[in-house]
């Protein structure tokens, strides 16, 4: 599991701020090695999936749109820009 899905670094504090994606409280299905009992997941922790799932792609999708910016080519106005 990736670290960035329980912290995120904040760009306005420059700072590690906490997500809230993952919440120990809510967090009851201790799993235990003798426990054989098939785990039902409720609408609620599959609607919470859905979500993470969404704010995981808007993420994925802000990323690639700022490391295209920095290595993608530039246009000709950013050409006439720098050459100017």
């Given at each position: 599991?990736?670290?960035?899905?329980?912290?995120?670094?904040?760009?306005?504090?420059?700072?590690?701020?906490?997500?809230?994606?993952?919440?120990?409280?809510?967090?009851?299905?201790?799993?235990?090695?003798?426990?054989?009992?098939?785990?039902?997941?409720?609408?609620?922790?599959?609607?919470q999936l859905r979500k993470n799932s969404e704010v995981h792609e808007f993420e994925k999708a802000a990323e690639l749109e700022f490391i295209q910016g920095m290595y993608g080519q530039p246009t000709a106005e950013e050409l006439a820009a720098a050459q100017a």
């Open positions: 599991m990736k670290l960035m899905e329980f912290f995120y670094f904040d760009d306005k504090k420059m700072d590690y701020a906490n997500d809230q994606r993952y919440s120990s409280e809510r967090d009851i299905n201790v799993v235990e090695k003798n426990d054989t009992r098939k785990v039902r997941l409720t609408l609620r922790q599959i609607n």
